[in-house]
């Protein structure tokens, strides 16, 4: 039974889909017969207000860790219901500044599951990892879902967030946030961080 999670905001949705599409009896925060696609997974399980406790991470395999571009994700954080912000608390002490909260989340989060993942990969290169999904998840997988599939699904209107926004509220968490998402954003790929010379960060 697999598992793919990742920090919230991340494309969950839109994976279950194109799971779904393929014949995958998986569902977005809900159990099926072949696995379940969810952020809500620690290995400290905690009751969410509104979400079902989910199994431990030993009871899946494989599993995937799902991630999206950073300054995506964290502008879409804070679009999630406020019952997950009480959730995160049980985890970590939020800064009370929201763009702050929303990087301590981002990295804690991914952090978490990649520790546990057989495989992680970032959803806007879905078609150039199919190969190893295929072979983790021993199903053949079409491409032609990656476009078929709604890339908005579960998407919700916010604003959106610079580098530079982020850095104002606090340097030192930008830089992890920004180190951190290089890993799966290099250059060269569709969606890359900017390249950052030693003072600043070029948009």
């Not at 502008?75 to 959730?87: F, G, K, M, N």
């Amino acid at each position: 039974m697999c598992l793919i999670s990742g920090c919230p905001r991340s494309g969950t949705a839109y994976i279950a889909r194109f799971l779904q599409a393929n014949g995958i009896r998986v569902k977005h925060e809900v159990e099926d017969t072949d696995g379940i696609v969810s952020w809500l997974f620690l290995q400290g399980i905690k009751q969410h207000g509104r979400l079902p406790v989910p199994r431990p991470f030993h009871q899946y395999y494989p599993i995937l860790h799902q991630v999206r571009y950073p300054l995506h994700t964290i502008a879409s954080l804070h679009t999630i219901h406020p019952s997950s912000w009480d959730y995160f608390k049980q985890f970590l002490p939020l800064s009370e500044d929201p763009v702050v909260a929303a990087m301590q989340v981002y990295l804690y989060w991914n952090r978490m599951i990649e520790a546990a993942a057989d495989y992680s990969y970032a959803v806007e290169h879905l078609p150039l990892s199919l190969n190893k999904l295929r072979e983790l998840l021993k199903v053949p997988l079409d491409a032609k879902y990656c476009d078929l599939v709604n890339p908005k699904t579960n998407s919700r209107e916010h604003a959106e967030l610079t580098w530079m926004e982020l850095r104002d509220c606090s340097k030192d968490l930008t830089d992890e946030v920004f180190e951190y998402g290089r890993r799966f954003y290099p250059a060269g790929t569709p969606i890359q961080p900017p390249p950052k010379p030693a003072e600043d960060y070029v948009i």
